[in-house]
Every structure is written in structure tokens, then in C-alpha cells.
């Protein structure tokens, strides 16, 4: 069973930046094709970024500039940088493959300030 435990949300004033991590643990064989997702209160998890095998990144058109998805495969690890942040980035924000193959964790929380 894969385990996903993301991390360092918090509060922030708009502007700000953050940096999420997401770390898999369980039976994995690889983290290719990850992604970030989100949700707001009241609105659906969207998806706002991903990274394919072959290290090609995608993001929704709300975070292209300001976020970068990367990865540390030797730590499981995926990262979300979110620069120049904005209050419509506040949500609760998820890993998860680009299937939404594995169980969801807990999300952390981003909270951006006006």
C-alpha cells in the first residue's frame, strides 16, 4: 500500500512563495507521472501541475509561471514551488499520480493573505 504525506503549507502573504513536498512511502516503483492537485472550499480538486517520466511538466493556465514541479526520485519526493503567490491559491493541496492511482493523504493546507 503506498502512503502519500504532503507538507509545508502554511500561511503567507500574497506575494510570498512556498514549497510544497509530497513524499511516498509503501510499495512504489516509481513516482513518474505525478502531480500536484488542489482544492478550495465549496469547488473540486483541480489539477495544477504535473511531471511526466520523461521529466515533461505541465500546469494549469491559474499557476503557469509561478509554480515548478520537480521531483527527487532517490527520496520519493515531489516538490511544488509556488512563487508570487495569490489569494486565489488558497486551498488544500494534494499528490497524487496523473491516474489518481493511489489513496489520498491529508493535503496541507496553503493559505495566501491579501
Known amino acids: 500500500q503506498v502512503r502519500l504525506v504532503e507538507s509545508g503549507g502554511g500561511l503567507v502573504q500574497a506575494g510570498g512563495s512556498l514549497r510544497l513536498s509530497c513524499a511516498a512511502s509503501?510499495?512504489?516503483?516509481?513516482?513518474?507521472?505525478m502531480g500536484w492537485y488542489r482544492q478550495a472550499p465549496g469547488k473540486q480538486r483541480e489539477l495544477v501541475a504535473t511531471?511526466?517520466?520523461?521529466?515533461?511538466?505541465n500546469y494549469a493556465d491559474s499557476v503557469k509561471g509561478r509554480f515548478s514541479i520537480s521531483r527527487d526520485n532517490s527520496k520519493r519526493t515531489v516538490y511544488l514551488q509556488m512563487n508570487s503567490l495569490k489569494p486565489e491559491d488558497t486551498a488544500v493541496y494534494y499528490c497524487?499520480?496523473?491516474?489518481?492511482?493511489?489513496?489520498w493523504g491529508q493535503g496541507t493546507q496553503v493559505t495566501v493573505s491579501s
Open positions: 497524487n499520480t496523473i491516474t489518481r492511482l493511489y489513496n
Open positions: 509503501g510499495t512504489i516503483v516509481s513516482i513518474d507521472n
Open positions: 511531471l511526466a517520466s520523461g521529466a515533461s511538466t
